[in-house]
């Protein structure tokens, strides 16, 4: 039986395989670095992205402009820094890269969800690894933002898989603790559905659940980024969240 948690990513990534790629394999990865998490895997991806390569044969692009034409693939893996620091000098930073703000990181996956919906074929796979992170003493549950700006730009979430780490980084000087020190990291698996179709697909009441929810994921996200930033605006795209308002409208 294919569980949702795991202490290991290939068998996370296997079983996602199985259950929603099986013939068709990992068309491309989008952070490849050095390809650790297919270390233990018998497959790799087709193409190898990543904007600061590291090892032979993986071609620079950055994720928010790919060289890819639209409708290119059918399964995509994204793995991006999930690190806040104004230190880009730190092991993990220097490693992975990081951003400066929570608001920024956001941003940036924002813009590379739409380039990845560009990219992918139409019921295409997008297989997204994040981890929740602290930010200046405050907790962000990232896989919350990622599902709910990926649901405003049109995916939908089909599964989430937890991976649950037996070992972490040690940090030399905690002066006191205020959270919990996170152990786990998810593989959220999306779908590529088009508005329209989503919107066709659920008709009647299920509908109007839908889209309502979608609405509100988005309005939420909104209204906390600009509680703690004040630019709420850069953060989901404005004519993105109309479109869905205008649905919600029309459709009561
Ligand atoms: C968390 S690591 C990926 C680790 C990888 N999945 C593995 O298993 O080894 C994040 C990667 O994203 C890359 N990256 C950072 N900014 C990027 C961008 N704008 N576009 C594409 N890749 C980026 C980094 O170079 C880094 O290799």
């Known amino acids: ?24 394999g990992i068309d491309c990865d989008l952070t490849y670095c050095r390809g650790g998490m297919y270390k233990f895997l018998d497959i790799e991806p ?21 060289p890819i034409a639209d409708n290119s693939f059918k399964t995509v893996v994204f793995d991006p820094p999930f690190l806040i620091s104004s230190n880009n000098n730190g092991i993990m930073a220097k490693k992975y890269g990081c951003f400066k703000t929570y608001i920024e990181m956001i941003e940036y996956i924002e813009l590379s969800l ?19 992170t602290i930010d200046g003493r405050v907790n962000y549950f990232t896989h ?24 972490r980084l ?20 999306f779908r590529k559905v088009s508005i329209k179709h989503y919107r066709k697909k659920h008709t009647g009441s299920a509908g109007l659940a839908v889209s309502r929810s979608v609405s509100t994921g988005c309005e939420e996200l909104c209204n906390s980024l600009s509680v703690s930033t004040g630019s709420a605006e850069t953060a989901v795209n404005q004519s993105e969240m109309k479109a869905i308002k205008k649905l919600l409208l029309e459709e009561k």
């Open 1 to 24: 039986m294919i569980k949702s948690i795991s202490y290991s990513t290939k068998e996370i990534l296997e079983n996602i395989l199985e259950l929603y790629a099986r013939e068709r």
């Open 46 to 66: 087709k193409f190898k992205f990543d904007k600061y390569p590291r090892v032979p044969g993986i071609i620079s692009a950055d994720s928010r402009q790919l």
């Open 114 to 132: 739409k380039e990845i919906k560009r990219i992918l074929k139409t019921y295409g796979i997008l297989i997204f690894k994040c981890q929740d």
């Open 144 to 167: 919350v933002d990622v599902i709910n700006v990926a649901r405003a730009i049109g995916f939908k979430n089909i599964d989430i898989f937890i991976y649950v780490s037996k070992n």
């Open 170 to 189: 040690k940090i030399k000087s905690i002066i006191k603790q205020r959270h919990a020190r996170k152990f786990h990291s998810y593989f959220i698996v």
